[in-house]
């Protein structure tokens, strides 16, 4: 046994905080977590008082210092390997960032149900923002399902978007909506986000301008035997009109090119709607660009909006990261 920090957690928040710990670098993985009949304890490393604000915002939990068990040492990819190798998993897929052929074997051995191995040979591009692949072992094929908070995802990583990496971002802004709220998911891709609100009771329209994806997100709707929610394919630049002073909530989740939807996006909001909205921005700067987009957009439209929060979401690529901010709109 040793005496270490913990993070004291409601059981049924458990997988959620220990998640969250692991993007942030901050879960231990030296040491066991520990439980009682209500609570979790997860060990953890030093808390910056960033990463502590962060996990604020996804429930609540109580800083203590407890006795940890030690972790056995479990056989790893890289123990195996002896080296490193980055990979993410989606259903029984695992996505490898190189061709290599030892590290797929390595990652089929440690992860007994991934039964396929891709290697991405391009990054996620284009409009629908997809990427192509390359089999390296196990069953050929890019579909699966994946499972994220107590919903089912059929997915075709070759045709349409999605990664797991947003999964905490997601059950935030969930979070955020009340039962009666109504919601515009502007760019949906096969429904992380759509369908996860519907489940919550809010009522949701979902688009998006990709054939596949849209295909995919009505299959997961029925998957999980979820209405209140309409589906639509098109263009979300189309939908000011008839979608004017519509929602509680907007999401704008592509990042790369969000800003050129701002002005939509504010008129799709109700007085008082929140837009949350994603972008991929330097180190040096991680909000202050697209603070100005949002103030521009707003001016454009005679509007006042105010700012709620701003966080990163994850590190995109070296030295760029994943941002979010949520502001509120004040119409004219
Ligand atoms: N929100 C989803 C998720 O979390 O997995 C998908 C996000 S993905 C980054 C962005 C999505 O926007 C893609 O599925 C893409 O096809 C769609 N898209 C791109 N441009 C669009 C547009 N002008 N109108 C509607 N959808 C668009």
Not at 129 to 150: D, M, P, S, W, Y
């Amino acid at each position: 046994m040793a005496h270490s920090r913990g993070l004291k957690v409601h059981r049924s928040q458990g997988e959620t905080f220990r998640k969250r710990l692991v993007e942030l670098g901050a879960f231990d993985r030296d040491r066991k977590i520990g439980s009682d009949e209500v609570h979790l304890y997860l060990p953890i490393l030093d808390l910056s008082p960033e990463a502590e604000e962060d996990l604020r915002s996804l429930g609540d939990f109580d800083l203590v210092e407890a006795e940890f068990e030690e972790a056995e040492r479990r056989e790893t990819v890289e123990k195996l390997l002896g080296s490193r190798a980055s990979f993410e998993v989606v259903g029984d897929v695992a996505i490898l960032d190189d061709l290599d052929g030892e590290a797929a074997a390595a990652i089929m051995a440690v992860h007994r149900n991934v039964r396929t191995v891709i290697s991405s040979m391009t990054a996620v591009e284009g409009e629908y923002r997809t990427r192509r692949f390359r089999h390296v072992a196990g069953v050929e094929k890019t579909t699966t399902l994946h499972k994220e908070h107590g919903l089912r995802y059929r997915i075709d990583l070759e045709k349409a978007y999605f990664t797991p990496r947003l999964g905490t971002e997601r059950l935030r802004v969930a979070k955020l909506i009340k039962p009666d709220d109504v919601v515009v998911d502007m760019f949906a891709g096969v429904g992380p986000f759509a369908l996860l609100i519907a489940k919550r009771g809010a009522k949701v329209v979902a688009v998006d301008k990709n054939p596949e994806a849209v295909r995919l997100l009505k299959e997961n709707a029925r998957l999980n035997r979820i209405d209140g929610i309409e589906i639509l394919e098109g263009d979300a630049a189309d939908l000011a009109e008839r979608y004017e002073n519509f929602a509680d909530h907007v999401i704008m989740n592509l990042p790369h090119t969000a800003r050129d939807f701002l002005k939509v996006a504010m008129r799709i909001a109700k007085d008082g709607g929140i837009v949350h909205y994603y972008a991929i921005a330097p180190e040096e700067d991680l909000y202050g660009r697209d603070m100005a987009f949002v103030e521009e957009g707003a001016s454009a439209l005679g509007a006042m909006i105010r700012i709620l929060r701003c966080g990163v979401v994850r590190s995109y690529a070296p030295h760029q990261y994943n941002i979010a901010i949520d502001f509120e709109v004040h119409k004219p």
